[in-house]
T-cell receptor, first 114, second 116 residues
Framework: NAGVTQTPKFRVLKTGQSMTLLCAQD?????MYWYRQDPGMGLRLIHY???????AKGEVPDGYNVSRLKKQNFLLGLESAAPSQTSVYFC?????????????FGSGTQLSVL | AQKITQTQPGMFVQEKEAVTLDCTYD???????LFWYKQPSSGEMIFLIY??????QNATEGRYSLNFQKARKSANLVISASQLGDSAMYFC?????????????FGKGTKLSVIP
């Protein structure tokens, strides 16, 4: 089982360029999340989805868009990348229901915007 | 106001000693859960332990235990008999039932270094 797969693992962009990060899961989980991790800031929620066709804003959504056209995929888009978006991006998934359901994380994407 | 506060940016512990990593939280929701995750230098996020707000006993998982003090709103992680492989970032996180969509809020983390 692959679990949660993020592509790409590394990317370097120039300011103003666009890109899409893909999160794919084979666990049939309803909930999917995009977090960014910055030094000294912990993980902050960008956007999330509670099911196919749904998306919602998290704590730091500005500059990002998402789509969940298929249950197993959650895409994070940067339309016009800025240096402030240099970060490590994590996708996570969870089944719906109980509070004690842990998140399953992908391995992360290191993004640098020059 | 921060929902999760980890006041120790960095900690050192001697190998085989016990260490406590602090976490305080802020919520008015009576139903919530608290998690600890470990992030080694490889970058992966590893689930360690969970404590529910209604759980009567402190959670334990092997060498990890959670010192849950509800009135003080603290959920400290205790690692017994530290090993070199415990050197990592540790994140405390909270889920509130009122959030509805299962949003996990993370603290800023504590970097633990185990000294041989």
């Amino acid at each position: 089982n692959a679990g949660v797969t993020q592509t790409p693992k590394f990317r370097v962009l120039k300011t103003g360029q666009s890109m899409t990060l893909l999160c794919a899961q084979d666990m049939n989980h309803e909930y999917m999340y995009w977090y960014r991790q910055d030094p000294g800031m912990g993980l902050r929620l960008i956007h999330y989805s509670v099911g196919e066709g749904t998306t919602a804003k998290g704590e730091v959504p500005d500059g990002y868009n998402v789509s969940r056209l298929k249950k197993q995929n959650f895409l994070l888009g940067l339309e016009s990348a800025a240096p402030s978006q240099t970060s490590v991006y994590f996708c996570a998934t969870a089944p719906p229901g109980q509070l004690n359901e842990k998140l399953f994380f992908g391995s992360g994407t290191q993004l640098s915007v020059l | 106001a921060q929902k999760i506060t980890q006041t120790q940016p960095g900690m050192f512990v001697q190998e085989k000693e016990a260490v406590t990593l602090d976490c305080t939280y802020d919520t008015s929701d009576p139903s919530y859960g608290l998690f600890w995750y470990k992030q080694p230098s490889s970058g992966e996020m590893i689930f360690l332990i969970y404590q529910g707000s209604y759980d009567q006993q402190n959670a334990t998982e092997g060498r990890y235990s959670l010192n849950f003090q509800k009135a003080r709103k603290s959920a400290n992680l205790v690692i017994s008999a530290s090993q070199l492989g415990d050197s990592a970032m540790y994140f405390c996180a909270m889920i509130e039932s009122g959030a509805g969509s299962y949003q996990l809020t993370f603290g800023k983390g504590t970097k633990l270094s185990v000294i041989p």
